[in-house]
């Protein structure tokens, strides 16, 4: 009995105190933001500041022709339109597969590592370089 008695006691003497500290710690956090770096119309809540963004994506009215891995393209239009991958100049089948693996490894292209090679072979089927013979496939020059 004398045991919960002094439980009981300890709590009602630590409420006040912890209290207590989260007071100062509130009154102690930063509530006002440099106007330099916060954009006007910036939301601050307890030091926290938060710039209201708008970000217009660009539309476009292009679509990938009709083929065979057309269905892979949706994966591009992630972080480009159909109209700037269409503009792209030809490529041939492997410059295809070294751009597609370039977007995967070194931007974070969320397609996976067994659809490349459908991709790029419906990219190059659409509007690719055919390689011939005493042609660079680099620079397309001859040699």
Known sequence: MKTRLRSRIA???AVPIL???ALAVDLAWPRTADPQIFAEGSVSKRGQNWAKV???LPTSETSFPPGDG???TP??????SAGM???????TLDEWIGEINKMRNAFGAPLPADQV???????Y????????AGTAIVDGQSS
């Open 75 to 80: 994966q591009c239009l992630v972080c480009h």
């Open 54 to 56: 708008s970000v217009e």
């Open 70 to 72: 057309v269905e892979i």
């Open 125 to 132: 089927s659409i509007d690719g370089r055919r390689s011939q």
């Open 11 to 13: 709590l009602v003497g």
């Open 85 to 91: 991958v269409l503009r792209q100049p030809p490529l």
């Open 117 to 123: 090679e459908k991709l790029a072979k419906y990219l």
């Open 19 to 21: 209290l207590g500290i």
